[in-house]
């Protein structure tokens, strides 16, 4: 199954037939490749600079999360989206992504309103990523109501749909089991027709459907290879059930990357990055995180790295490929070192370069 593409993500509706005819051939698509911003820091300028690199280098989007607070409480964390609109006005090629934007901390009639604004500021650059929230403890600590992950996702599937109304018609009305909107005016429109792309972020069957059905992309978050290829295999299922061509979906994946020259060097940042999530699973423990999300259950070392990407270029480059075969098209990576200006620069000139100009 091969579920990538669309105007975000650099191919047009043509490319799109061309690339799923290709893999019916055997042959492979260039991915793209994103960066997280260093959300948490303190300093804007740092969060600027490094967007400002990943551009100038040619990486395709730059991306930040919607949380209001850490799982690691004595880290700052600035607030995604007012920080993503002042890196729309710095910026004019990367796309804009949120990584995602939680359904429950804004009405829907609202966020479908100040993201169209943003993707007028950006000049049709934004990348709409919203999820159901999974966080109890970040909900109860901004006096959020926390309700049961199936009203979550339904609350989440009704947003969907009152963005893309409001998106693309003249005054939008919808009456819903949470949510009603009456003659709700959205202008101006989004730059992005008909509307900009919504990444769907979730593994779970319940929100797997809801991408099937109303998402433009799927965003995954770091799974093995397999793992990703038993969700895709899913969501193919579930598109076909409702009649939905599966290559109308996308597909990405956030993840770690831990590049180095030598062994020893990489060695070295798996374990600073193994110790560092052995405390978030430590808090995420003591908040029943680990209840909703897979990610933040204690694991071994090994199966740590199995789920990240990591090694010298050419060992990236091999498990990317890996990742491209399953369906990812795009490349959502969290650099430990971002803020390093080499490490933006070596990764785009050893891999980035290499998907460039050579197949898969």
Known sequence: MQILGGPAWGFTPNDISNILTSRCMGSQVKPKFGVYLPQGL?????????????????????????????????????????????????????????????NSFRNPSLLAKM????????KGRLIMGVGAGYIEKEYSAYGFPFPPASQRIEQLSESLRILKLMWTQKSASFEGKYYTIRNAICEPKPIQKPHP??????????????????GDYCNLDRLTVDEVRAFLNRLRTQCEEIGRPAGEVGSSLCTDIYMGSTKDDVNRKIESGYQKFLVMTEHAKNDNIGLYEDRFRPCSKDEYVRRRIHGTSSECIDQIAQYISSGIGLFILVFQDVTEPDALREFHERVVTYFRENEA
């Not at 769907?200 to 319940?206: C, L, S, V």
């Open 42 to 102: 303190t300093e804007f300028d740092e969060i600027s600079k490094v967007a400002h690199r990943a551009e100038m280098l040619g990486f395709h989007s730059v991306w930040l999360s919607d949380h209001m607070m850490p799982l690691m409480e004595e880290r700052p964390l600035l607030e995604g989206w007012t920080a993503l609109s002042a890196v729309a006005a710095q910026t004019s090629l990367a796309r804009l992504g949120t990584i995602v934007m939680c």
């Open 115 to 122: 993201s169209s604004t943003l993707d007028v500021i950006s």
């Open 197 to 214: 792309p919504l990444l769907i972020g979730g593994r779970g069957k319940r929100i797997s459907r809801v991408i099937a059905e109303l």
